[in-house]
Every structure is written in C-alpha cells, then in structure tokens.
C-alpha cells in the first residue's frame, strides 16, 4: 500500500481531468499550430500517442488514486513519461510541446510517497532532456528550453503541495468540528441523564425525610391514640397518659417536619450533638414498654450534616421498628467515637427477631443515606436475639 493517506489526498473529479486534458490539448494545438513539416504518419503517431496519454492520465491515475497501490502508481508514472517523452521527440519542440510532461509533476505529488515522487520529478525532468537532445542532436537547443520547464515543474509541484495541504487542513478542521459535534451531543446527553439522576436522587432523600421523620412520627402517634382507646373505659387515666403522649408526639413531628424543610433548603448544621438529642428520641420508646438504653464511646465530635442526619434518621428508625415489630423489652444504641476516621452507630433489641428479612422503604432508606456518605450499613439479623443493624460512616 502507498504511504499516503487518503485524508491527504485531491479526489480526482471533472474539474482535476479537465485541468489535466486543457495542458494536454493546449500542447497539442501549439505543436501543430508550430510544426512546419511533418510526415502523416508522424501525424497519425502523435494523434495516436496522444489519445493514449490523455486517457491514462484521466483514467488510470483516477484508478491508482483510488488503489493506493504503490507499484501500480509507479507503473503509471514509468508508462506516463515514456509516452510524454515521445510526444515532445516527435513534436521537435515546436510550440513547446515539452509542457505536455508537466501534469505528471502534479500527478506524482498526489500519488506518490515523498522520496518516490522526487525520483519522478527528477525522471520527468531527464525525459524532456532526453527527448530534446534526441531531435535536435546538440546540448544547446537543451540549455535553451531547460530553465523554462524546469521553472514550469517547481511551480506545478509547489502548486500541488499547497492545494494537498489545503486539502488536509479543510479535512482536518472537517474532522475536528465533527468530533466538536459529537461532544457537544454527548455533553447534552451527559447533562440530560445528570438532571434525570439529580431528579431521582432528590426524589429518593424527600422520600427518605417523609418516611423517617414524619412516618416515625404518625406511627408513634397511631400507636399511643391505639393504647389510649384500648385503656380509655378499664384505665382512664392510664388512656390520658397516652393521649398526653400522642399531643406530645405531633408538637415533635410539627418541629421535625419544619426542621426537615430546613434542611431541604440549606441543610444547616446541628447545634445539639448527637448524644444529647438521642436520648430525647428514646423516650418515645418507654410509652411502648421498651427500656431503652444509649452508651457512647469515646468524646463526641462535630459532624457534617449529612453525616449527623444519617445517623439521627437511623436511630429513628431503629426505634419505630422497635416499637412496631419487634416486641422488645430492651433496646440498646451505642455511639462510638473511638476512631479517628469512623464514628459506628450499633442498634440492638431482643425482640421476637425475624426469620426472613425484608426490606421495607425505611431500611432501604437508610441503608441509601449510609451509601451517600461513603459508610457501611449492616444488618444484625439473629432469630432468637431480636433485630439491630451497624452503620459506620466517615467522622
């Protein structure tokens, strides 16, 4: 294969084979136009010759432009300029014939590797001295026409380099804005898909914060109104207890839920640290017969928020599921902040346990909150020793 590429390259079209035959026709007309004496057969020769040249020259070199076959372009160059030094030998110079060798100076740039095409440059060059000294048999009808078609060579070559270059670059910024194009596409779909996940994700953490706030707190409150009327005619002060509880419990969800909207506006940080606020959260469990117990590790750090409502939001959840599931006497949360890098937040019951798992929205929940934050989420799953779960989350 030829070591051109073919982004390189000047596709052959009309307006390339009409440039080519006008030099060639040109030359011809000059040459008859000038010749005082020739021989019919000499006519017919050159008529013949030059059908013969122009057609390979249209033809076969649109043929090895579209190969890329090294050899084949060298035999075409080889049969080219023997044909084209024939014709100059049998025109005798007359209305300089000579130039109908020149096309193939524009022709070997195209087709041609570097090194090769200046080899045929160099041949294209020693064909017109070869033909004129042939006819007119001395070196100073040579010296006389030698500076003008060599004139005549280096611009058809410069003229061909710079149109190739003009090519490659029109092909290149053809390339470029292409690819231009293309990222421009991806970067819409890429944005696209971005507002879609930004979408879902805000969608799923709005999910999260109605579940583990205000659902914590209406079942709380379902379960305390629940008590109040089973109690209301055998216990009627017991069943007040726990309606004074259920008020209790909705003057708490109205401030969480104005602190949830908060922290979907801004997500400010907690003022109260987490193991001063925790027990607050599990007194709720004493109204449901749970002794709840917390034990913290370690001396307490400030967290982001998004850390410390991950954790906030667990121990919610430990509680309802506690409260609604487990049938616990004793709920154990410990706080641990001995690592430097970690904080692990253990919640334990020794309720009934359960025999096959099934995560419902509030542990899918948490366990998403936990991923967000680069932590570690683990069920404590025992039949016979209740239900807990590990969180460890970045400090």
């Known amino acids: 294969m030829m070591n051109k590429s073919s982004d390189s390259q000047i596709r052959t079209s009309s307006d390339a084979d009409l440039a080519f035959a006008v030099v060639v026709l040109a030359s011809f007309f000059a040459t008859f136009s000038s010749m005082k004496a020739a021989t019919p057969l000499e006519i017919i020769l050159m008529i013949v010759l030059g059908t013969t040249y122009l057609t390979i020259g249209i033809y076969g070199f649109a043929f090895c432009a579209k190969s890329q076959n090294l050899l084949l372009s060298i035999g075409y160059f080889i049969v080219q300029i023997l044909l084209g030094a024939w014709i100059v030998y049998l025109g005798r110079g007359a209305g300089f014939n000579a130039m109908v060798l020149l096309p193939l100076a524009g022709h070997a740039v195209i087709l041609l590797p570097q090194r090769i095409s200046y080899f045929a440059q160099f041949s294209i060059l020693l064909a017109y001295v070869g033909a004129v000294y042939a006819f007119a048999d001395n070196l100073q009808a040579v010296w006389e026409g030698l500076p003008i078609f060599f004139a005549g060579l280096v611009f058809i070559v410069v003229f061909t380099q710079m149109a190739l270059n003009e090519e490659?670059?029109?092909?290149?910024?053809?390339?470029?804005?292409?690819?231009?194009?293309?990222?421009?596409?991806?970067?819409?779909?890429?944005?696209?898909?971005?507002?879609?996940?930004?979408?879902?994700?805000?969608?799923?953490?709005?999910?999260?914060?109605?579940?583990?706030?205000?659902?914590?707190y209406l079942t709380s409150i379902h379960m305390q109104i629940k008590a109040a009327n089973a109690l209301m005619i055998n216990d009627p002060q017991k069943s007040a207890e726990h309606l004074q509880k259920a008020i209790s419990l909705t003057q708490e969800a109205l401030s969480d839920v104005r602190q949830s909207v908060g922290t979907l506006r801004s997500q400010p940080y907690q003022d109260i640290p987490l193991e001063k606020i925790i027990p607050q959260l599990l007194e709720s469990a004493k109204s449901f017969g749970i002794e709840p117990e917390l034990q913290v590790i370690g001396v307490g750090r400030e967290l982001n928020a998004t850390t410390y409502w991950t954790l906030y939001r667990a121990v919610q959840e430990g509680i309802s599921n506690a409260c609604k599931h487990s049938k616990a006497r004793n709920l154990s949360v410990c706080l641990d902040y001995s690592s430097p890098e970690w904080v692990v937040l253990t919640l334990q019951d020794d309720g009934v346990g359960v025999d096959e798992l099934k995560e419902g929205f509030g542990l899918m929940g948490l366990r998403e909150r936990v991923q967000i934050v680069g932590g570690y989420f683990q069920l404590l799953e025992n039949p016979s020793k209740g239900f807990g779960f590990r969180i460890k989350v970045p400090a």
């Open 168 to 216: 490659a670059s029109r092909r290149e910024v053809e390339r470029l804005v292409g690819e231009l194009t293309q990222a421009n596409q991806q970067l819409r779909d890429y944005a696209a898909q971005i507002e879609d996940l930004a979408i879902i994700k805000e969608r799923n953490r709005l999910a999260r914060e109605i579940h583990d706030g205000l659902g914590h």
